[in-house]
């Protein structure tokens, strides 16, 4: 009965290695599978902060370009007014020397 209960119980034990052996291997496995995703976030990351860098790069070149743009206009403007008002006071002037002549 003990040989028996002896035969058992190595038998029970090697289960029991073979059973911690698997689990070893398979906590390995898992915790590379892990690292495997976590590098891929990261390098997904490292991707979307370029793409992010890159977008706010070009978002202020195309701001400073309507700002410029916006400038050149304004100034346009202020030439066109003066030009408007150069012009009306010239019609004035004329007009006021066709009356007098009159």
Known sequence: MNKRMDIMNESLNRRIDDTNKRIDE????INERIAEIHK?????????N???DDMNRRIDELRGDMNRRVDELREDLRL?????????S???NL???KIGRS
């Open 26 to 29: 398979l906590r390995e496995s």
């Open 40 to 48: 891929r976030i990261d390098d997904t990351n490292e991707r979307i």
């Open 50 to 52: 370029g793409l992010r």
């Open 80 to 88: 066109l007014h003066q030009e408007v008002s150069s012009i009306k």
């Open 90 to 92: 010239d019609v004035i």
């Open 95 to 97: 007009l006021k020397e």
